[in-house]
């Protein structure tokens, strides 16, 4: 950044001594130009921080000294006018003096000014206002940045671990029948089995989210906060979807991705391998989602599979902290947290994805993202007719998938009615 007396009046080949002889008119001229090329120094280097992705706190200190140079800079030229404003009024009275200060104008202009009491001159004295000074407005500090309406927390696509991939498929070995056949025998009697195993390769392809707009080329020049904006905007609405497809309708077949509604299995109170109809005495999602939980063990033998994750909505959650018995007396949940969002061993996770009157249950560990392409957000100036319109293209591309081994699948269970559910395990 150019000292103002070593490095600007130096390039301008003006010395300190020469400044300062100058009138205010021309020390403001100097100032503004000063404050111009800082300004423009500043605009440059915010640019290079943003291409290279730099943190939002070295942005936002060079947006913080922007502002602060463009404040010093109108308070001196403020300065400098009312001082040249003063000078004026000085000579157009005929003193022709250098007057710095309104109570060095007083001094030398004390005759003029007594020949005009003795006299009793009488003259118009005219009085300003806010009215007198148009724009007010834009003569304020604007605060740096930009604020955000409110978007939803990433928290389903948080819940699996992820793992590069550089491949377009993802293919896997699984056991797809077996038969256990042992028998007891007598002596050396003979027996006949029917013990075996067979496997299965699945393939799953991998899921490509793709977002993109167009730009006025000069509206990003002229506004340095658009194009970080709009690459955060693009890239925001990919890494969404992707966390909505977790929850769509897809099931990680003809380039859908896996969603956990879908691949999860209704709970019922009366299955057979876990029945839990009329069980409990005013049961409560304490209750219910431990029923789940307990399925979910006996499908995987008490052995493959222990839930671990309870997904649901935020009103839901909140009505069950709150539930009390007739007598208006909190009813205790059973579990032990500091912040409560942990139930039955399970961690709570919300999502406003998830409808009310809806939860899953499910072991988080038998999921993976594979990531084959991680968010990219690119720029291009020759796609359709942007080279004639002056439009850029910015688009953001991730490819990813969601991968759930099909025997690890009756480790993800759902409710799509809590209400109902509960009326099913109370017991009469």
Not at 224 to 250: A, H, M, P
Not at 272 to 293: H, I, Q, V
Not at 297 to 307: P, R
Not at 334 to 343: E, R
């Given at each position: 950044m150019k000292d103002f007396n070593e490095d600007f009046l130096k390039s301008k080949n003006i010395t300190k001594a020469e400044f300062e002889a100058m009138d205010s008119s021309e020390m403001a001229n100097l100032y503004a130009e000063y404050s111009k090329e800082q300004l423009q120094d500043l605009s440059t280097k915010l640019k290079d921080l943003e291409a290279k992705g730099a943190s939002k706190a070295d942005v936002t200190a060079v947006e913080k000294q922007m502002v602060e140079i463009d404040k010093t800079s109108k308070a001196i030229l403020t300065k400098l006018e009312e001082q040249g404003a003063e000078l004026i009024k000085l000579q157009e009275r005929g003193t022709g003096v250098n007057v710095n200060t309104i109570k060095q104008a007083v001094k030398t202009n004390k005759e003029a000014i007594d020949n005009v009491k003795d006299k009793r001159v009488s003259f118009e004295v005219k009085s300003f206002g806010y009215a007198n000074i148009s724009g007010r407005d834009e003569l304020t500090p604007v605060e740096a940045g930009n604020l955000d309406k409110p978007f939803r927390k990433q928290s389903v696509v948080d819940i699996f671990k992820r793992k590069p991939i550089n491949k377009e498929y993802f293919k896997y070995r699984e056991t797809n029948t077996v038969?256990?056949?042992?028998?007891?025998?007598?002596?050396?009697?003979?027996?006949?089995?029917?013990?075996?195993?067979?496997?299965?390769?699945?393939?799953?392809?991998?899921?490509?989210?793709?977002?993109?707009?167009?730009?006025?080329?000069?509206?990003?020049?002229?506004?340095?906060?658009?194009?970080?904006?709009?690459?955060?905007?693009?890239?925001?609405?990919?890494?969404?979807?992707?966390?909505?497809?977790?929850?769509?309708?897809?099931?990680?077949?003809?380039?859908?991705?896996?969603?956990?509604?879908?691949?999860?299995?209704?709970?019922?109170?009366?299955?057979?391998?876990?029945?839990?109809?009329?069980?409990?005495?005013?049961?409560?999602?304490?209750?219910?989602?431990?029923?789940?939980?307990?399925?979910?063990?006996?499908?995987?033998?008490?052995?493959?599979?222990?839930?671990?994750?309870?997904?649901?909505?935020?009103?839901?959650?909140?009505?069950?902290?709150?539930?009390?018995?007739?007598?208006?007396?909190?009813?205790?949940?059973?579990?032990?947290?500091?912040?409560?969002?942990?139930?039955?061993?399970?961690?709570?996770?919300t999502s406003p994805l998830i409808s009310a009157n809806t939860l899953y249950v499910f072991d988080s560990t038998k999921g993976t993202i594979y990531d084959r392409q991680k968010t990219e957000v690119t720029m291009s100036y020759d796609n359709k007719d942007n080279f004639e319109h002056e439009m850029v293209t910015i688009k953001a591309l991730k490819r990813s998938q969601l991968i759930v081994k099909n025997i690890n699948r009756d480790a993800f269970m759902k409710c799509t009615d809590i209400a109902s559910s509960l009326t099913a395990i109370t017991k009469v």
């Open positions: 038969t256990r056949d042992a028998k007891v025998v007598v002596a050396c009697a003979p027996s006949v089995h029917s013990t075996g195993k067979d496997w299965i390769i699945r393939t799953v392809e991998l899921a490509k989210i793709r977002e993109w707009t167009e730009v006025c080329q000069d509206m990003m020049d002229d506004y340095d906060f658009v194009e970080g904006e709009i690459k955060d905007l693009v890239k925001q609405g990919v890494n969404s979807k992707e966390e909505q497809e977790l929850l769509g309708t897809g099931d990680g077949t003809n380039n859908t991705y896996t969603s956990i509604d879908v691949i999860s299995s209704e709970f019922s109170a009366d299955n057979a391998l876990a029945p839990f109809t009329k069980s409990f005495k005013t049961p409560t999602l304490a209750e219910l989602t431990d029923a789940m939980k307990a399925q979910i063990s006996v499908f995987g033998q008490n052995n493959s599979w222990n839930a671990d994750t309870i997904l649901m909505n935020y009103s839901d959650f909140v009505k069950y902290k709150h539930e009390k018995n007739a007598n208006g007396d909190y009813l205790i949940p059973n579990y032990i947290d500091q912040n409560g969002q942990v139930l039955n061993g399970m961690r709570i996770v």
